[in-house]
């Protein structure tokens, strides 16, 4: 599994089934599989090996030094920043999905407004539909796994996001130039 990773994706976000934050309290910003916009660097999402993982994700361009304040309901505080994110890639064998989808849920700063604002105490952003998203697959955490029912499902969501925040406070060099690349001007951003 290690082998195939980092995986980079540049893509748009698109609409979902909605049940990210309807169903579980935990809201995903769903990757557009569309040829047209999707950059992946290993090929397109056939090829991508499913489980959930942790990475590092940017909606948008660059924060600019203008936009760094926290605002609770401005968008500004939230595009064009690097924020960690736990990563869905597969079929949601709880739901029997027949496509395959890429559903990062993007982790706010501890301090952050929006970090336990969901109804289940996770980060709850504003919708990002058609925004670009720069997402990294830094590493494995699990295999996808049906569930049954909706609060065991969450549970091991949770703690996915755990799990998710221990890793990525590694300073490993990997785990940096990741980051890194994930914050890069979309200029420099290269698969």
Known sequence: MNQQLPIRIISKVVRGYGRGSKDLGIPTANVSREKEV??????DFDHLPTGIYWG?????EMATPSSTGIEKDDINSVLGKVHLAAISIGYNPTYNNKEKTVEPHLI?????????????GETQFQDFYDKTIILSVVGYLRPELPFEGL???TDAIKKDITDAEKLAGQSDPSTLVEREWVGASSANVRL
């Not at 706010?108 to 289940?120: F, G, L, M, W, Y």
């Open 108 to 120: 706010a700063d501890e301090e952050h407004p929006q970090r336990h604002a969901s109804s289940t």
């Open 151 to 153: 609060e065991k499902l």
């Open 56 to 60: 590092f994700a940017r909606i948008g």
């Open 38 to 43: 999707l950059s992946c660097s290993c090929g």
